[in-house]
């Protein structure tokens, strides 16, 4: 379908390595968000890409994680040297940018860390 | 300290019941958003309300914020399974739209056949 893909959709690892997740926005759209969910904190922001400025990462929970888009499109959520309470559903959104800020979510990616 | 507390945080009723339940802060919203989210999902949008004291109806389900902004609640009538989900309600995360968002921790709701 047209709406924001993400993958993998499930993701274990080890404590202390690191991850990739990755999100295919909306075709055209120029915002994309990814957040945190997890069973204490409810959904968290964590970063926002808008076409090309520099991303807003002021909801970043440590320098442990990073993210890139690339070409304006497909975003990396990197986590490096993952701590069990990493743990959660990352989800990723996508918007148009324009007057209609409406936030698309894509399925999620759980991951847990043994 | 939350910056949107929803409540009940768990709810659980018989079809065709009614019910509704609310989000709070102390803060000053231009706009609020209302989403559903169902198991393995992402969120869905429900609705946008930007003026206070506005009323929104989408079927069954009729959305208020509150005259100074700082509220909402949602109205479920004659509620059916097919409502059962996550209810999250959301703010701007900077103020502005296009920014992220602010998401409450959520009502679990569950409807029962």
Known sequence: GAGVSQSPSNKVTEKGKDVELRCDPISGHTALYW?????GQGLEFLIYFQGNSAPDKSGLPSD???????????STLTIQ????????????????????????FGPGTRLLVL | ????????QFLSIQEGENLTVYCNSSSVFSSLQWYRQEPGEGPVLLVTVVTGGEVKKLKRLTFQFGDARK?????????QPGDTGLYLC??????GGADGL??????HLIIQP
């Open chain 2, 1 to 8: 300290t939350q910056l949107l507390e929803q409540s009940p």
């Open chain 1, 81 to 104: 040297r993952t701590q069990q309470e990493d743990s959660a559903v990352y989800l990723c959104a996508s918007s148009s940018g324009r007057e209609d800020w409406t936030q698309y």
């Open chain 1, 35 to 39: 957040y945190r969910q997890s069973l």
């Open chain 2, 90 to 95: 959301a703010v701007p995360h900077l103020g």
């Open chain 1, 64 to 74: 442990r994680f990073s993210a890139e888009r690339t070409g304006g499109s497909v």
């Open chain 2, 71 to 79: 509220d909402s609640s949602l109205h479920i009538t004659a509620a």
């Open chain 2, 102 to 107: 602010t998401f409450g921790k959520g009502t």
